[in-house]
């Protein structure tokens, strides 16, 4: 098969797209012929060589954890699915990739509606699943109030509207020139960066209840002081959260539950209307270098896409 890959640690040339050995199935997974893969800010730091978990990849590999196309090899005990079915979903995370390429393994899916483009459900697997592990952690609902730190990227824009459904008030965070993006969302926006507290104080007269930490960092203590307690504050990035009394949630290993009641949850508001999938990029996948050079420069909005031949 064709493969987005790179052999060695570098900026985005090292990316190229070649042949390469074709997955299969394992039990509980669904191989895809790929039609649109996701670019998440994990493939970037890999390719790099900016990532911890690049020691544990064997080279050459393929980036992308997040993939939508046609099923066409059923894995050992899956059921719900068959073999022409069109779906989006994410790999195994622990893998770190495999995504960008003609075939891909799907560790948890969702039928893709007629109404969603491959292009927003290539978009749509691991922000979804992220934003619903995090919001039941978090246990927002109707009535709360949630700041969301890094609220226009590809986990941010899925969270603010996944919490909006759940009849949250979200106060969203981002550079100047996303606030009216992050309004579009239906988020009350605002600027990262330090004095957030006094920021907020300025724009939501009230109690923030709950802070759901999704990029940049050092912003942790303020959002502590902001709802009052590191209980109410769960961070996607910050390693130091823990230190602070802070959650740290990883990768829904395994994909279960937040992958498939996250997933099938989402498409259901996509198809009342009330949930879309913002996507800021598309690149055919010959095009990646140039699509991880786009992923490296802000601002964000949603997600940066690669599309197959
Ligand atoms: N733990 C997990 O399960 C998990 C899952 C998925 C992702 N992640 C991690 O979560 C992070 C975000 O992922 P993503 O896919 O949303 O990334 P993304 O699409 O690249 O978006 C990055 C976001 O960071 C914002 N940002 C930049 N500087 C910031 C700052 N100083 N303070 C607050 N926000 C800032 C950007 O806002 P502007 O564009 O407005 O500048 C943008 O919204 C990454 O570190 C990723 O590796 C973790």
Redesign the pocket.
Known sequence: MFAVQFDRFGPPEVLSVGPFPEPHAGRGEVRVRVRAAGV???DV?LRAGRSPSGDRLALPHIPGVDAAGVVDELGADVTGVAVGDEVFGAVDVSRLGGASAEFAVLQFWAAKPASMSWEEAGAGG??IE?AT?VLDLLDVREGTTLLI????????SVAVQLAITRGARVIG???P??QSFIARLAAIPTT??PGLPERVRAIHDGRVDLALH????G?LPELIAITGTAASVVT??DFAGPQLGVRL????FGGEPHGRHGLAAAVALFEEGRFRIPVQEVFPMEQAARAHAF?ER??????IVLTAP
């Open positions: 998440s800010p994990v730091a691991t922000g992220t592990r730190d890094g609220a226009a990227g590809g986990v941010g965070t981002g550079s020139e996303n990262y960066g999704v990029a940049g960092a912003s996607i990035a949630s990883l990768g829904d992923a802000g601002p964000r909005q949603g997600k």
